[in-house]
């Protein structure tokens, strides 16, 4: 294997020479072990032989950087780099994964981790809390929505990445992690210790807006999110005096996940029908999901809310149900991610998130660059004065949830005011 790429000893290594024999066995999609095969169909002229011209450009500019950069740089990173270079050249939303982006892939598809149970994002170059998840250590301990974390075991996350600060609060159940947090109204950062656990990742959130009518977000699809809804739902049920009449479905900048909890949460709406179908190169990049009897809704009517950040999963939900007549789906153009990644492990903990398939709503349509159009577009003013005077029926949370978000109020006027459309063609 080394000697057919060609690569003489006055350039490389051994040690260099056996990491690139392992690197372009990689790149090739190849192991070591079948180094018989290829050499035999090499000799029987087969076209799809080895580029060994161009392994030789990959050795010869490795090389190069080794020796020649500014700077050290050590094997495995230059390794890494060029995977990871590789396999994002393909297209945007294939990625090498080292083992700490491989971690949080898991995380968000199985929805559990060790840590503290906060959801955080970066706003204005701060670590703001979004929510502390109910019941998790931060909540108990007493951290609240729009704290803002300045520092995580005396080391301070000026510097640190929002994946950094994630990383830092996790650990194993029954470790202590200190966290000092700014609040406002409060002269002074206040301390929290906090005893890490295992954590649930919640994906669906619920409210019941008024008398009936109730709301459920999704933030992500994740293994738990159709158990969650179907949770969700039954409260919103049990909450509603005459039973549940409409429901509005949240999917405003969901960028997706695991594509079979897209699958199960569409199919809790719709009795029969086709959801998706998927187009690839593999056998198993190539697949249709039917809908099975029983919607959780008993027919209900539904309305889903995008916009340009809904993406992948969401735009499998949103297509499926708009195509069926089953919801009005409302909002704006969202994102079009029509392709479906699955994720390969490697060696020593990393793995590759790959595109395998192109999806396909049951129309037919490929919202791949085009995204769902919604049968009504929202803006943040119209309609809001006429619902502001309409809280008689409203619980305390649903009216708070209202009014500060006017595309909602839109959303239930739509819902309750008999405009819910059945088909796209209406």
Known sequence: MVLGIGVSKRLMSLKFRSILVLLVGTALGLSLSLGSGVLAERETGNSESLPWDEARLLAEVLERVKQEYVE???????????????????????????????????????????????????VDGQVVVVSPIE???????????????????????????????????RGKPGTRVAIRIERAGEPEPIDFNVIRSH??????????LERDYGYIRLTHFSETTYKDLRKAIDELQ??????????????????????DAAVEVTDAFLDEGLIVTASGRGRESNFERLAR???????????????????????????????????????????????????????????????????YTPSGDSIHGQGIT???????????????????????????LLQTDGQLRQALQVLTSGRVMHSKAD
């Open 72 to 122: 050290p740089v050590n094997d495995r990173q230059l390794i890494e780099a060029a995977v990871r270079g590789m396999v994002m050249d393909l297209d945007p939303h294939s990625q090498f994964l080292d083992t700490d982006e491989y971690e949080e892939i898991r995380i968000n598809t199985t929805g559990t981790y060790s840590g503290v149970g906060l959801e955080v994002n970066v």
């Open 135 to 169: 019941g998790m250590p931060a909540d108990v301990a007493g951290i609240r929505a729009r704290d803002i974390i300045v520092a995580i075991d005396d080391d301070s996350v000026i510097d640190f990445s929002l994946t950094d600060t994630i990383t830092k609060m």
């Open 199 to 208: 954590v649930q990742v919640r994906s669906v959130r619920s409210e019941l």
């Open 238 to 259: 049990r909450n509603s005096p005459s039973g549940l009449q409409g429901l509005v479905l949240d999917l405003r900048n969901n960028p997706g996940g695991v594509l």
């Open 293 to 359: 009897p029983g919607d959780l809704l008993d027919g209900a009517e539904l309305v889903v809310m995008v916009n340009e950040g809904s993406a992948s999963a969401s735009e499998i939900v949103a297509g499926a149900l708009q195509d069926h007549g089953r919801a009005t789906v409302v909002g704006h153009r969202t994102f079009g991610k029509g392709s479906v990644q699955t994720v390969m492990p490697l060696s020593n903990g990393r793995a590759i998130k790959l595109t395998t398939s192109r999806y």
């Open 374 to 400: 919604p049968d009504l577009l929202l803006d943040d003013t119209s309609m809001a004065d006429a619902l502001a005077a309409v809280t008689e029926h409203r619980t305390e949370a649903g009216a708070a």
